[in-house]
């Protein structure tokens, strides 16, 4: 399996335009995490889908914010209008069940947003 | 209180040296702990797992939980010049299996 890919890797836009940024896990994994990085506020878990479906999206910081997976092997996340404070790595990651325990997350090369 | 806290160094050791990087949780429901190593402009990698309490050993890796307390710590023997990175800590529920990470504690390894 490749991994978890990512795309795009950078991304620059203006300020207001709709930004769209787009994961697909690997295959097999139940569970899809979308994070975002910063340095100063580390690695924030934005939203998380089990079987597809979202269980919890309290981390997305607001409405113009949203995720979607329409199926297993794709999922993405949308900004919209963007504004400079939204500059971050996102970073999406997946994995399996298992045993519920040790049971880690593989991560994507992450999509590098710029806001101007 | 964040849920999982790191301090974010630069924790600065030298080459041969143990490093020793610590974590606290607030959850008490998190049941499984992992360390990661994110190198500048990367993504993170897995380093450990640990879900019991006691020490976990892998190579020049050990990592030690301790429930009663919340802590969940990462040695690091013989530490190389390779070993400089921003090291998180997550955990992880049983109930919501929602992944958590801390902020990340910045090792830096000196010849």
């Known amino acids: 399996d490749a991994g978890v890919i990512q795309s795009p890797r950078h991304e620059v836009t203006e300020m207001g335009q709709e930004v769209t940024l787009r994961c697909k896990p690997i295959?097999?994994?139940?569970?899809l995490f979308w994070y975002r990085q910063t340095m100063m506020r580390g690695l924030e878990l934005l939203i998380y889908?089990?079987?597809?479906?979202?269980?919890?999206d309290s981390g997305m910081p607001e409405d113009r914010f949203s995720a979607k997976m329409p199926n297993a092997s794709f999922s993405t996340l949308k900004i919209q209008p963007s504004e400079p404070r939204d500059s971050a790595v996102y970073f999406c990651?997946?994995?399996?069940?298992?045993?519920?325990?040790?049971?880690?997350?593989?991560f994507g090369q992450g999509t590098r947003l710029t806001v101007v | 209180q964040k849920e999982v806290e790191q301090n974010s160094g630069p924790l600065s050791v030298p080459e041969g040296a143990i490093a020793s990087l610590n974590c606290t949780y607030s959850?008490?429901?998190?049941?499984?702990f992992f360390w990661y190593r994110q190198y500048s402009g990367k993504s993170p990698e897995l380093i450990m797992s640990?879900?019991?309490?006691g020490d976990k050993e892998d190579g020049r890796f050990t990592a030690q939980l301790n429930k009663a307390s919340q802590y969940v710590s990462l040695l690091i023997r013989d530490s190389q010049p390779s070993d400089s990175a921003t090291y998180l800590c997550?955990?992880?529920?049983?109930?919501?299996?929602?992944?958590?990470f801390g902020t990340g504690t910045r090792l830096q390894v000196f010849p």
């Open positions: 889908f089990n079987n597809n479906v979202p269980i919890d």
């Open positions: 959850d008490r429901v998190s049941q499984s």
């Open positions: 640990i879900y019991s309490n």
């Open positions: 990651a997946s994995s399996p069940l298992r045993d519920r325990l040790n049971t880690e997350a593989f």
């Open positions: 295959s097999g994994h139940d569970y």
């Open positions: 997550a955990s992880r529920s049983y109930n919501t299996d929602k992944l958590i």
